[in-house]
């Protein structure tokens, strides 16, 4: 089964429309502060390597079976929806069954060659954005620090 793919606005109108439906960034803790989509809920896909780098969080998935229901519409985010994609792959193999990874995610598809936008993400879309990290939505949270 393949993860359906949504804009930043086709998110938003889809979490306006569902109340129980999650948002979930997928970005390190300091990109999550620095500003994410009004709403949202932090679980990093990944870590900043100290080699440089990204390294896999081995703790994403036990963490999100912890706090998100198999059955709730779940968005994911990223910076620009390749991290997303990967996570939304990861929780579709966990049974959750309503995931969509968020093209653009909050800062924007660009193009590699030639540096033009493709997709414009959330913040560049005038969507709500925060930096407000609290204990319901930080990752520290959802681990249940």
């Not at 089964?1 to 949504?6: C, E, G, K, L, V």
């Not at 998935?61 to 198999?70: F, H, I, K, P, T």
Request: net charge negative.
């Amino acid at each position: 089964m393949s993860i359906a793919q949504t804009s930043p606005a086709e998110a938003k109108e889809g979490l306006d429309a569902d109340a129980g439906a999650v948002y979930l960034d997928v970005r390190t803790e300091a990109e999550f502060a620095a500003g994410h989509p009004e709403g949202a809920v932090n679980i990093p896909v990944a870590f900043q390597s100290p080699a440089g780098g990204m390294m896999p969080n081995p703790d994403f998935q036990a963490v999100a079976e912890r706090v998100l229901n198999r059955e709730t519409q779940i968005y994911c985010g990223c910076q620009s929806g390749v991290r997303s994609q990967y996570a939304a792959e990861m929780l579709e193999r966990a049974g959750y069954s309503n995931v969509a990874n968020v093209v653009g995610g909050f800062g924007g598809k660009v193009n590699p060659g030639t540096g033009t936008v493709e997709v414009a993400g959330w913040r560049d879309s005038g969507l709500p954005v925060s930096t407000q990290v609290t204990q319901q939505n930080s990752y520290d949270g959802q681990k249940g620090c």
